[in-house]
């Protein structure tokens, strides 16, 4: 049966665990300059962006050519599916060609459709509802930086936006607390929430959603934010950006969290919006690894579908 990656919880626990293991071997691998693999040799992999990217578009592209694939980096605004040709003729046509096809787009539904008409793996690199690959490697550095992830503490201060909603799910599965804190009336999806707080019942983690941005940040050993206004979002960045002055991620979360909790960012920053430079650029900083890890998460996820 063809798998796919349109949200974190298309892996359960054990095989999402499992794939931390091997994304933290190929990092070491890699550390000790074995690069290039010929594991994925002969295949072919689309990446298909309807959004601007860097870390993915990036990551992407050299994982997959250091797995012997040949990537191909594909824009809608190219291709038919900018002129009107549907989203089903696309899968059905790329999958004659291509052995998986990562997606940067809008709508989950349109993930959910090049999978249900396509018969290639379909990934998500990222949606308005989702960001799972942004989370492998946020989950990554968390257990790298901190030596584990059950019973750790994650405050996520911000937009209860697609990074956000995988970071519940993700942390719902591994036994992961996460608590996001988030202004009036911007707070986490409910049918997420109910996904992630599923999970969390088999995993005994502890999800909280909540305006107190200080009772939040309170003893937590990991500080998480992301951009006040997402991508398509530029519009509202005024309006927004009172209403989340409180969630900043800065000095004075850092003093009220953990004494060695760690800062995390998926990028890209805006440093003096979300997050202060002292905290981005500071010593509990691990975004730069965090950024890293996108490479070596997502490697071990394109073995994990087509290996
Ligand atoms: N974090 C992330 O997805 O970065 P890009 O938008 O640059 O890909």
Redesign the pocket.
């Known amino acids: 049966m063809t798998r796919h990656f349109l949200t974190v919880d298309d892996l359960d626990a054990a095989e999402l665990l499992a794939l931390l293991d091997h994304a933290d071997a190929l990092k070491a691998e890699r550390a000790q300059g074995r690069r290039q693999r010929d594991d994925l040799a002969g295949r072919t992999v689309g990446l298909l962006f309807e959004k601007?990217?860097?870390?993915?578009?990036v990551s992407f592209e050299v994982a997959v050519a250091e797995l012997g694939a040949h990537p191909l980096v594909l824009s809608s605004a190219e291709l038919q599916l900018g002129r009107g040709e549907t989203v089903g003729d696309t899968a059905r046509v790329l999958s004659r060609y291509l052995d998986a096809l990562g997606v940067r787009t809008f709508a989950q539904s349109r993930l959910e459709t090049l999978a249900a008409e396509g018969t290639i793996p379909i990934v998500n690199m990222?949606s308005d509802l989702a960001?799972p690959c942004?989370a492998l490697a946020d989950l990554q550095t968390i257990r790298e930086a901190t030596g584990g992830l059950a019973g750790r503490r994650l405050t996520y201060l911000g937009d209860g936006n697609n990074v956000a909603h995988s970071l519940l799910v993700a942390g719902a599965l591994v036994g992961l607390d996460v608590t996001v804190a988030h202004p009036e009336g911007h707070g986490p999806d409910r049918d997420v929430l109910a996904r992630a707080r599923a999970h969390a019942a088999t995993s005994g983690a502890e999800l909280s959603v909540t305006t107190d941005h200080l009772g939040a940040v309170a003893g937590a050993d990991v500080l998480y934010t992301d951009v006040w206004a997402s991508m398509g979002q530029e519009d509202e960045a005024d309006a927004r950006a009172a209403a989340f002055a409180p969630y900043r991620l800065d000095g004075d979360a850092l003093a009220a969290a953990a004494e060695d909790a760690i800062v995390l960012h998926?990028?890209?920053a805006h440093r003096g919006e979300e997050i202060s430079a002292a905290a981005i650029d500071g010593p509990q900083s691990r975004v730069w690894d965090q950024?890293e890890n996108?490479l070596h998460a997502q490697k071990a996820l394109l073995l994990a579908l087509l290996g």
């Open positions: 601007p990217s860097t870390r993915t578009r990222l960001h942004q998926c990028l890209p950024a996108r």
